[in-house]
């Protein structure tokens, strides 16, 4: 941050006290956008594998359907769940690396002596990495309607509840998966890994069977029910509620956890070993 940034944050601001923070918030927040943007592969990856991965998938059998899912479509099946991938990736996977990578680099530690306030640092990272959750789960509906005649919800609310909950659960699990990971070099390999391990037993690839020992497992961990919370609003079946609260609840309790682990364990000094 350029020494003229420094200082126009430093100095007061006329008007509310809110209205200054907010302000500091939306300020720090473009940084934080400005510095994954340009990143382009870094940004690429993040927000275009869900994308491909998509297109791939559906394009090979888009207008099939399977008994599995209710007699769906298997793009109607992909649609959403690649949704829910979308906000699990940036606010896990992407946070918890990008948390460890400052904290070892000592970034975070120059950050919190720098005169901008701690909690608008650590809330535009948190808000950053949410509107790169919203730009996946944007591109996806919008790929899913116009290229493979995806229904869209009627209920939107309940999306929109879905998508806040996975939000703030998965945020709180990034920065308590970041407090466990000793290292810079190991923190792809341990927050992908254990990610992508989650996302295996999770049902997202293909569905899982009821009753199943995979589909037990799953449903422990928080990853399925955020799944079938994006699911629920698509479902087409009659009768069928858009509202799934026993999953968002179990998404919900995870985030509590995590947020104690988070709030006990972090850091902003690097490790020494």
């Given at each position: 941050?350029?020494?003229?940034?420094?200082?126009?944050?430093?100095?007061?601001?006329?008007?509310?006290?809110?209205?200054?923070?907010?302000?500091?918030?939306?300020?720090?927040?473009?940084?934080?956008?400005?510095?994954?943007?340009r990143n382009r592969t870094g940004a690429l990856f993040t927000v275009g594998f869900s994308v491909i991965f998509l297109l791939l998938l559906s394009a090979s059998g888009a207008n099939q359907r399977s008994n599995v899912i209710g007699n769906l479509k298997i793009?109607?099946?992909?649609?959403?769940?690649?949704?829910?991938y979308g906000v699990m990736s940036a606010c896990y996977n992407n946070l918890g690396i990008v948390l460890v990578v400052r904290r070892e680099t000592g970034l975070l530690k120059r950050l919190r002596l720098s005169p901008i306030p701690t909690w608008v640092l650590?809330?535009?990272?948190?808000?950053?990495?949410?509107?790169?959750?919203?730009?996946?789960?944007?591109?996806?509906?919008?790929?899913?309607?116009?290229?493979?005649?995806?229904?869209?919800?009627?209920?939107?609310?309940?999306?929109?509840?879905?998508?806040?909950?996975?939000?703030?659960?998965?945020?709180?699990?990034?920065?308590?998966?970041?407090?466990?990971?000793?290292?810079?070099?190991?923190?792809?390999?341990?927050?992908?890994?254990?990610?992508?391990?989650?996302?295996?037993?999770?049902?997202?690839?293909?569905?899982?069977?009821?009753?199943?020992?995979?589909?037990?497992?799953?449903?422990?961990?928080?990853?399925?029910?955020?799944?079938?919370?994006?699911?629920?609003?698509?479902?087409?079946?009659?009768?069928?509620?858009?509202?799934?609260?026993?999953?968002?609840?179990?998404?919900?309790?995870?985030?509590?956890?995590?947020?104690?682990?988070?709030?006990?364990?972090?850091?902003?000094?690097?490790?020494?070993?």
């Amino acid at each position: 941050m350029d020494p003229g940034t420094v200082s126009a944050i430093a100095a007061p601001a006329s008007g509310p006290g809110l209205v200054r923070d907010l302000r500091l918030v939306a300020r720090q927040l473009r940084y934080e956008q400005l510095a994954f943007w340009r990143n382009r592969t870094g940004a690429l990856f993040t927000v275009g594998f869900s994308v491909i991965f998509l297109l791939l998938l559906s394009a090979s059998g888009a207008n099939q359907r399977s008994n599995v899912i209710g007699n769906l479509k298997i793009v109607q099946y992909y649609t959403p769940g690649f949704a829910a991938y979308g906000v699990m990736s940036a606010c896990y996977n992407n946070l918890g690396i990008v948390l460890v990578v400052r904290r070892e680099t000592g970034l975070l530690k120059r950050l919190r002596l720098s005169p901008i306030p701690t909690w608008v640092l650590f809330g535009a990272i948190l808000a950053s990495n949410a509107v790169i959750a919203l730009v996946q789960v944007a591109l996806l509906l919008l790929i899913g309607r116009f290229a493979f005649g995806v229904v869209l919800p009627d209920q939107w609310a309940a999306l929109l509840l879905a998508l806040l909950v996975g939000v703030v659960c998965f945020s709180a699990l990034g920065v308590a998966i970041s407090t466990v990971v000793p290292s810079q070099d190991s923190a792809g390999p341990i927050i992908s890994l254990s990610f992508f391990v989650l996302l295996f037993l999770s049902g997202l690839w293909f569905p899982l069977k009821a009753g199943s020992s995979l589909a037990k497992i799953s449903n422990y961990f928080p990853v399925h029910h955020l799944i079938v919370a994006f699911f629920a609003p698509f479902e087409s079946k009659l009768g069928a509620s858009p509202w799934a609260w026993g999953d968002l609840g179990t998404v919900a309790i995870w985030g509590a956890i995590a947020t104690i682990i988070a709030v006990r364990r972090f850091a902003w000094e690097p490790r020494r070993h």
